[in-house]
RNA sequence: GCGAAAGUAGCUCAUUUGGUAGAGCACGACCUUGCCAAGGUCGGGGUGGCCGGUUCGAGCCCGGUCUUUCGCUCCA
């Protein structure tokens, strides 16, 4: 079970975030939008950085996965295929003494079964079909009424005190073109997954794919959630990475097997702590899964799902085949037949996945320094892959044509990746600014450089130093970021 | 959605019983300096989350609302 812990590195965490500008609160000067956030300057590189990182793992170092970019709009029909329709459609009531909340029909069907029990089938079987027929008009108001008419109480508090009906659909809805129309209605999508489904034949054909092959996708999915909280772990509008990997049936305990493997080698291969995380098996599972597991880190709320690992059977592709009446099937040449591929998806929350970095960075550093006395400092231990700013170049003071050569490094520097050059205040204070958004490398530009053509190089992690030469600055970050 | 707490400068926080707002750090300019948050001078920045009420007068009291955190609940 998740663990929760009382103390305040969450806020600590949302506080830094802001100030530095990695993450702001959507529409701040307007009070904000619950559970919504923008990207700063630094914080929106760092998401590039941790999606380009996922990409480049999917897509360039497996020679059978390759990319595509669907529309958040989608044809109405294909929720319908996924089940998304149906699963968020159900009228929701609470019971305010208890909190317990129940879908409007069980609660109903749970009476007319104590009244079959009691011998009065005549009136259950009444019930259920005016709770039908409400239900089929979405007449809350009379549904409420048949609550309070048949005095159905909370199975915990005992009590009638409900309140008013209300339908939690979890997908937002909006209307193509001009006139609102039913008709019109479409959805944001609230999963990037069935993007991949429908284009499978075309990117199969396309790319000339063979089974075992893989498609992956980043993008915004949209999910009206009831509660979204814990800064940016749920919002209302994420972004995911999936790849959805199309194999022949009956191997799939051994596709999810290696992609499970695979993806937690993904989290290690960024130097994160393994006792941080921890597999969770699915026991119950969703209505399209065979098997399902969830990667979780220990977040300063607990441990908590960042990944997804499902094996998704044959659940999609036959479903959209129904409602689509298009074929989607594979011809396997090896055995010369027909099928519809089993698929094993992956699916991270990239939002997590770049709260997980900061949550795992952040530290609050004690620093003993010589004079005896102690100094903090906040330092983000990115790692070098993905940090906003790989390079920070200091020239020690503004004169004596320091800045010049700094100058000069920086431009032979920033067509490799991001610098970042200041020649203002004390070094130290320049050093720990750069700790706090998590450059890895800094290097000063000294007296000694215009003597010898060496520099200092300062490491973000050890606060160790050392001097090397001016012309293997460029090498040794390349080294460390590749 | 329920309960608790919070919201004052970019950040962290003061302003003890109601009398028209301060500090440290941060930010900008200049001077001295030069390898782990240096010193000095000057400067910019707040209709106290928002709306309303009580009062001669509200950052402070009352009501509402928004946002956030924490605990429940929910998470196809």
Not at 59 to 81: C, R, S, Y
Not at 185 to 193: D, G, S, V
Not at 272 to 300: G, Q, S, T
Request: glycine fraction near 6%; aromatic fraction near 12%; include cysteine.
């Amino acid at each position: 079970m998740s663990k929760t812990t009382s103390d305040n590195t969450l806020p600590a965490i949302i506080s830094h975030a802001k100030e530095y500008g990695f993450v702001f609160p959507s529409s701040e000067i307007y009070d904000g939008l619950s559970a919504v956030y923008d990207y700063g300057p630094y914080g929106s590189q760092l998401k590039k950085n941790i999606r380009d990182y996922w990409w480049n793992s999917m897509t360039q170092l497996n020679e059978n996965i390759v990319g595509i970019d669907a529309a958040i709009f989608m044809h109405p029909t294909t929720w319908k295929a996924s089940g998304h329709v149906d699963s968020f459609s159900d009228p929701l009531i609470d019971n305010k003494d208890s909190k317990k909340r129940y879908r409007v029909d069980h609660l109903i069907e749970g009476h007319a079964d104590k009244l079959v029990e009691a011998g009065d089938k005549e009136a259950a079987d009444k019930l259920i079909a005016s709770m039908e027929a409400l239900l089929a008009n979405d007449d809350f108001t009379g549904l409420k009424k048949i609550i309070e008419d048949n005095k159905i109480f909370c199975s915990v508090s005992g009590t009638g005190n409900w309140t008013e009906i209300r339908q939690f659909n979890l997908m937002f809805s909006t209307e193509l073109g001009s006139v609102a129309e039913d008709a019109n209605t479409i959805y944001l999508r609230p999963e990037t997954a069935q993007g991949i489904f429908v284009n499978f034949l075309n990117v199969q054909k396309s790319a000339r794919m063979k089974i075992p092959f893989g498609i992956a996708q980043t993008g915004k999915a949209f999910r009206n959630e009831i509660v979204a909280r814990q800064f940016i772990f749920r919002m209302r509008e994420f972004e995911q990475m999936e790849m959805q990997f199309f194999i022949k049936p009956g191997t799939q305990k051994e596709w999810y097997a290696h992609w499970k493997e695979e993806r937690m080698k993904w989290h290690l291969s960024l130097g994160i702590d393994a006792a941080k995380y921890r597999f969770h098996d699915h026991i119950k599972l969703a209505h399209y899964a065979d098997a399902a597991v969830d990667i979780e880190y220990e977040f300063p709320f607990g441990f908590k799902e960042v990944e997804g690992i499902h094996s998704r059977t044959d659940f999609d592709l036959t479903r959209h085949q129904e409602f689509s009446k298009k074929k989607l099937q594979y011809f396997d040449t090896e055995i010369n037949q027909h099928y519809v591929p089993y698929v094993i998806e992956t699916s991270i929350g990239l939002d997590r996945m770049f709260l997980l970095i900061l949550a795992n960075s952040y530290e609050e550093e004690t620093i003993n320094k010589e004079d005896g006395t102690t100094d903090l400092r906040v330092v983000l231990h990115l790692p070098a892959k993905i940090a906003p700013n790989k390079l920070a170049i200091l020239p020690l003071t503004k004169k004596d044509g320091l800045p010049e050569l700094a100058k000069e490094l920086m431009e032979d520097c920033k067509k490799s990746f991001h610098c970042f050059y200041e020649e203002k205040d004390a070094i130290g204070k320049r050093y720990r600014r750069q700790d706090a958004i998590g450059t890895p490398f800094c290097v000063t530009i000294d007296h000694q450089t215009k003597e010898d053509g060496t520099v200092t190089i300062r490491y973000r992690d050890s606060m160790l130093q050392e001097r090397i030469a001016l012309n293997k600055v460029k090498e040794l970050v390349l080294a460390h970021i590749n």
